[in-house]
Antibody
Framework: QVQLVQSGAEVKKPGASVKVSCKASGYTFTSYDINWVRQATGQGLEWMGWMNPNSGNTGYAQKFQGRVTMTRNTSISTAYMELSSLRSEDTAVYYC?????????????WGQGTLVTVSS | QSALTQPASVSGSPGQSITISCTGTSSDVGGYNYVSWYQQHPGKAPKLMIYEVSNRPSGVPDRFSGSKSGNTASLTISGLQAEDEADYYCSSYTSSSTQFGGGTKLTVL
């Protein structure tokens, strides 16, 4: 079965960076895009960007351009999302999510989420 | 980019039907048939319920249906059940990115 298992919760200070990992199993990692979506407490879903694990090509939401980097290690079927220059407003649960093949903008499987807390 | 517009809350009694709207523009909802709907229970990850406007993934009950007219998509849940109480989000593809709605809290009375 498809599984996306994310790294554990993080606490960071303002100005620092955080790197969240997402290990995929149950399917061919390089055949499906990986998206990253975040959700602040009590708020809605916010799409951050996508990555093609085969080519490494990425696309980021305008809001995060210059602050987010999505990478992968195909040998261990793991995707990464690094967010820099953290501020308190970045406190949220971050999800990795698999893009549905052939259906643009659609997510069919989600990771369990990683809570990132930004606090001094 | 502004989120797609959804009502903050809707409610219905068991057995009734409800509809949640999702309004965008011709650049997103109206321009593509890549509208999807997600269900999210508290503390859980979202779950795909509808994709490509009206298609249901395997395992999703046929009580859930989707449609679109112009720049507005809709999710209808018929025969409401207690376990349908959750937050629902629409999303749409839009020129190399994805836009989510603000979310709708469904209460089953």
């Amino acid at each position: 079965q498809v599984q996306l298992v994310q790294s554990g919760a993080e606490v960071k200070k303002p100005g620092a960076s955080v790197k969240v990992s997402c290990k995929a199993s149950g399917y061919t990692f390089t055949s499906y895009d990986i998206n990253w979506v975040r959700q602040a407490t009590g708020q809605g879903l916010e799409w951050m960007g996508w990555m093609n694990p085969n080519s490494g090509n990425t696309g980021y939401a305008q809001k995060f351009q210059g602050r987010v980097t999505m990478t992968r290690n195909t040998s261990i079927s793991t995707a990464y999302m690094e967010l820099s220059s953290l501020r308190s407003e970045d406190t949220a649960v971050y999800y990795c999510a698999r893009g549905m093949r052939g259906v643009a903008g659609t997510i069919d499987y989600w990771g369990q989420g990683t809570l990132v807390t930004v606090s001094s | 980019q502004s989120a797609l517009t959804q009502p903050a809350s809707v409610s219905g009694s068991p057995g009734q039907s409800i509809t949640i709207s999702c309004t965008g523009t011709s650049s997103d909802v109206g321009g593509y048939n890549y509208v999807s709907w997600y269900q999210q229970h508290p503390g859980k990850a979202p779950k795909l319920m509808i994709y490509e406007v009206s298609n249901r993934p395997s395992g999703v009950p046929d009580r859930f249906s989707g449609s679109k007219s112009g720049n507005t998509a809709s999710l209808t849940i018929s025969g409401l059940q207690a376990e349908d109480e959750a937050d629902y989000y629409c999303s749409s593809y839009t020129s190399s990115s994805t836009q989510f709605g603000g979310g709708t809290k469904l209460t089953v009375l």
